[in-house]
T-cell receptor, first 115, second 112 residues
Framework: AQSVTQPDIHITVSEGASLELRCNYS??????LFWYVQSPGQGLQLLLK??????LVQGIKGFEAEFKRSQSSFNLRKPSVHWSDAAEYFC?????????????FGTGTQLKVEL | DGGITQSPKYLFRKEGQNVTLSCEQN?????MYWYRQDPGQGLRLIYY???????QKGDIAEGYSVSREKKESFPLTVTSAQKNPTAFYLC???????????FGPGTRLTVL
């Protein structure tokens, strides 16, 4: 069965500093990978996704992620964090079997930005 | 505006009562999903539907039921058999097949 691990429950960075959120997945086939962001009490917004092709994926709000098959990782990065980036971030792996499209999520990383 | 609506945003019920959460989308998406979110546990899939009049159990379907009579609607009923129903419930939809899921704003259910 597939699984996603986000090893950092909480991360605090200063505004303007760089950010990297870690995500490791376990899945036997080619993974379809996603990063979502959630503000308190809100739904999830898609940041970026990897289906195939270039392993460096660009997303919205200046975020990017790199797929590394050898490390089973899909880490999210941003070169300079803004205070508005404070939120919870979820990594997910998509599986598609028998016509069904299912997402398995990690437990999330809460990002705090210090001014 | 196209999107996914969930109502109400906050819902309170007494223990032992069934409650139905609404999810409507006007994106013309074929597939719809229900997730449950608890603090520190991420999102877990309850039920999903790829087409009208068809749905499948997810990882935590016990104590829940759904229907998909219309393409744009996928209501979730939390029954009295669900042992710990207090949670944040999120509905999502996707065009179908291998495509991105888009999420609604969620409903926070509190059972007293």
């Amino acid at each position: 069965a597939q699984s996603v691990t986000q090893p950092d429950i909480h991360i605090t960075v200063s505004e303007g500093a760089s950010l990297e959120l870690r995500c490791n997945y376990s899945y036997g086939a080619t993974p379809y990978l996603f990063w979502y962001v959630q503000s308190p009490g809100q739904g999830l917004q898609l940041l970026l996704k990897y289906f195939s092709g270039d392993t460096l994926v660009q997303g919205i709000k200046g975020f990017e992620a790199e797929f590394k098959r050898s490390q089973s990782s899909f880490n999210l990065r941003k070169p300079s964090v803004h205070w508005s980036d404070a939120a919870e971030y979820f990594c997910a792996v998509g599986t598609f079997t028998g016509g069904g499209n299912k997402l398995t999520f990690g437990t999330g990383t809460q990002l705090k930005v210090e001014l | 505006d196209g999107g996914i609506t969930q109502s109400p945003k906050y819902l309170f019920r007494k223990e032992g009562q069934n409650v139905t959460l609404s999810c409507e989308q006007n994106l013309n998406h074929d597939a719809m999903y229900w997730y449950r979110q608890d603090p520190g546990q991420g999102l877990r899939l309850i039920y999903y539907s790829q087409i009208v009049n068809d749905f499948q159990k997810g990882d935590i379907a016990e104590g829940y039921s759904v229907s998909r009579e219309k393409k744009e609607s996928f209501p979730l009923t939390v029954t009295s058999a669900q042992k710990n129903p207090t949670a944040f419930y999120l509905c999502a939809s996707s065009p179908g097949g291998r495509d991105t899921q888009y999420f609604g704003p969620g409903t926070r259910l509190t059972v007293l």
